[in-house]
């Protein structure tokens, strides 16, 4: 069996800000709206359709995505340049740094609805431990 993830919903308070954002920061086209949804495809056919809820009905999400290490100094710019906080941890307690996480580099940032982003260079488990 060949099963695939091929879209999700991310709730927003403002569905195309959400979109923007995201697609500033990773350097992806925004869709055509489409009914509710604002899409940004992946460069693997995954859609993340954001669609407007009220905020109070917002809960937070973690959305990661694995990019090369070209990529990531790009976003990584990007993310200074806008004075977007970051963090080298999901927990905040380690802010304006990344991380080195299985020999690679990563960082957490949030997205304008409150939802955890994280930008990796190597999937978890695939290299070097990480230090204790």
Same mark, same amino acid.
């Given at each position: !069996? /060949?099963?695939?993830?091929?879209?999700?919903?991310?709730? #927003?308070?403002?569905?195309?800000? /959400?979109?923007? %954002?995201?697609?500033? +920061?990773?350097?992806?086209?925004?869709?055509?709206?489409?009914?509710? %949804?604002? *899409?940004?495809?992946?460069?693997?056919?995954?859609?993340?359709? +954001?669609? #407007? $809820?009220?905020?109070?009905?917002?809960? @937070?999400?973690?959305? #990661? %995505?694995?990019?090369?290490?070209?990529? +990531?100094?790009? $976003?990584?710019?990007?993310?200074?340049?806008?004075?977007?906080?970051?963090?080298?941890? *999901?927990?905040?307690?380690? *802010?304006?740094?990344?991380?080195?996480?299985?020999?690679?580099?990563? !960082?957490? %940032? @949030?997205? *304008?609805?409150?939802?955890?982003?994280?930008?990796?260079?190597?999937?978890?488990? /695939?290299?070097?431990? $990480?230090? /204790?």
């Amino acid at each position: !069996m /060949s099963v695939e993830l091929n879209h999700t919903i991310v709730h #927003a308070r403002d569905n195309r800000e /959400s979109a923007e %954002f995201l697609a500033h +920061f990773l350097d992806l086209e925004v869709g055509t709206e489409w009914g509710p %949804f604002i *899409p940004v495809v992946l460069s693997n056919g995954v859609t993340l359709d +954001f669609a #407007a $809820i009220p905020a109070e009905a917002i809960v @937070m999400q973690h959305y #990661a %995505f694995l990019v090369t290490e070209e990529e +990531f100094d790009q $976003i990584f710019r990007r993310i200074q340049d806008a004075k977007i906080t970051y963090w080298a941890d *999901p927990h905040g307690k380690q *802010p304006g740094e990344i991380n080195r996480n299985d020999g690679g580099r990563g !960082m957490y %940032f @949030m997205d *304008p609805a409150g939802h955890g982003m994280e930008v990796i260079t190597r999937p978890y488990g /695939s290299g070097e431990p $990480i230090a /204790s």
